[in-house]
């Protein structure tokens, strides 16, 4: 049984969620769209990493009045790591800006940094859609009055309620430019609770999906273990980060500390990556965009970065996988996976 029902705000399909397993099902709509006027957009990653957490947020913004729908919808920003991921994003992105120019919704609440980036670039080119507020859902929740507990976060990272806990903030490369997440996060929560790095904000070191994800895994690792060497040196506990992306390869790629998506200690529920899918294996596109796959009468599943079992590889970050699969160890071919997240700019590591 589905743990969430919605029709989509942009799509206007019916999705239902299953948390066991994170599967999904699609029913076509008719066509027709919901009445909304600003919609929670969470993302890919967020959704196929955390899909209990995606329920519960918007939960919290549709009760707080932030809200009034949802989208699961790819912002379209993988799709520049396809073939011909130039003309393919293009396409999409104009089907993006037709489906939220006919849905008359004003403002997108969106929980990943890569969705905002995207958005808000895509959004500016088309008339029709340049007026439309893109919000980040850490200021939102700020704003709404919510904080970090200290001794939440010290009982969920150390075990111990009444311990002492300090966070390494991390932020993501495609905030570099806006900074609003930099913001969101550390406005989250109390001073004492965390210290920056030596390389924060504009300075940020990637997290290393983007070299993996070319198939530099040297390059990749060096990364992450920079950040982690940067959050011993502050005496931090964990690193905590606004990005669910992120927090997958800083805990998959380093080891010297662990690493939390501030979501899971606003909601005192952490994400299990041994049990995550190595695979981001929900990816919501329109009808006709790379990705879908027919699988009845009246239901759709979509493939992303993971390919079906006996499928050629369906992004570049896979074709990285299979070229080097019998060199790769696993935690390696898990941190591929999802390297096709990360945007354009390189690891900074002076």
Same mark, same amino acid.
């Given at each position: 049984?589905?743990?969430? &029902? ?12 299953? #948390? ?12 027709? =769209? ?13 959704? +196929? ?5 995606? !329920?519960? &947020? #918007?939960?919290? =913004? ?18 520049? #790591? ?16 037709? %489906? ?35 919000? &980040? ?10 904080? =970090? ?38 406005? =989250? ?14 300075? !940020? ?69 041994? %049990? ?10 329109? +009808? ?53 997240? !990360? ?8």
């Amino acid at each position: 049984m589905e743990d969430f &029902v919605f029709i989509d705000a942009l799509s206007g399909d019916a999705i239902g969620l299953t #948390y066991a397993g994170g599967d999904a099902t699609m029913q076509r709509g008719d066509g027709t =769209l919901p009445a909304c006027t600003s919609v929670f957009f969470p993302g890919c990653s967020f959704l +196929n990493y955390a899909m209990p957490l995606v !329920s519960a &947020v #918007y939960d919290t =913004l549709v009760d707080a009045g932030q809200v009034d729908g949802i989208s699961v919808l790819c912002c379209g920003k993988i799709l520049s #790591y396809e073939p011909n991921g130039e003309s393919v994003r293009a396409a999409f992105e104009e089907e993006l800006c037709d %489906a939220v120019a006919a849905s008359g919704i004003q403002r997108f609440v969106c929980a990943c940094p890569n969705c905002v980036k995207a958005l808000r670039e895509a959004f500016a080119s088309d008339a029709r859609t340049a007026h439309v507020e893109i919000a &980040v859902l850490p200021h939102v929740l700020a704003d709404l009055g919510y904080r =970090l507990e200290k001794d939440t976060c010290a009982l969920l990272v150390k075990g111990d309620a009444d311990a002492p806990v300090l966070f390494c903030t991390h932020d993501s490369c495609p905030d570099r430019e806006y900074g609003d997440f930099a913001r969101g996060l550390r406005a =989250l929560m109390p001073d004492e609770l965390w210290k920056d790095p030596m390389h924060c904000r504009r300075r !940020s070191i990637c997290c290393g999906s983007l070299p993996r994800a070319a198939g530099k895994f040297e390059q990749a690792d060096r990364c992450a273990d920079r950040n982690g060497q940067e959050a011993l040196e502050i005496g931090a506990d964990a690193i905590i980060t606004a990005c669910v992306s992120c927090d997958f390869q800083l805990n998959i790629a380093q080891r010297h500390l662990p690493c939390v998506h501030y979501l899971e200690m606003l909601y005192a529920w952490r994400i299990d990556w041994r %049990a995550a899918a190595g695979w981001m294996k929900l990816r919501f596109l329109f +009808n006709g965009t790379l990705g879908a796959l027919e699988k009845g009468a009246g239901e759709r599943a979509f493939a992303g970065v993971g390919a079906p079992v006996g499928a050629p590889p369906a992004t570049i970050a896979d074709t990285v996988v299979g070229e080097h699969e019998p060199e790769l160890s696993e935690a390696d071919r898990l941190s591929a996976s999802d390297a096709a997240l !990360s945007n354009r700019n390189t690891c900074e590591m002076d």
